[in-house]
């Protein structure tokens, strides 16, 4: 019963900057992990940026120093600041969240997807 809804997603010119958020509601009694991946037409699905608990924060190396993640546990909510965008971050990005409802173990959702595409 949970679900994750991503927004934020659009079209930007190299250089510019997008916000995603990905807000989790349903049944959760705790946020195990929760952060972004992304697939582009022809490659495989890549993970981007993630929070977990308690490691940690950790970026792919081509997002490092460009996208910020951040996540408010008391909305289920996870930021990506994106900044400098470049056309090779053009793909479909996913929400993806590992929560804990308290009963059983660790589950692992993802959302739709929401489409970020930077022209040269």
């Known amino acids: 019963q949970v679900q994750l809804v991503e927004s934020g997603g659009g079209l930007v010119q190299a250089g510019g900057s997008l916000r995603l958020s990905c807000a989790a509601s349903?049944?959760?009694?705790?946020?195990?992990?929760m952060g972004w991946y992304r697939q582009a037409p022809g490659k495989q699905r890549e993970l981007v940026a993630v929070t977990t608990t308690p490691t940690g924060t950790h970026y792919a190396d081509s997002v490092k120093g460009r996208f910020t993640i951040s996540r408010d546990n008391a909305k289920n909510t996870v930021l990506l600041q994106m900044n400098n965008l470049k056309p090779e971050d053009t793909a479909l990005y996913y929400c993806n969240a590992e929560l804990d409802s308290g009963v059983g173990p660790y589950r692992d959702y993802w959302g739709q997807g929401t489409q970020v595409t930077v022209s040269s």
């Open positions: 349903g049944s959760i009694f705790s946020i195990v992990a």
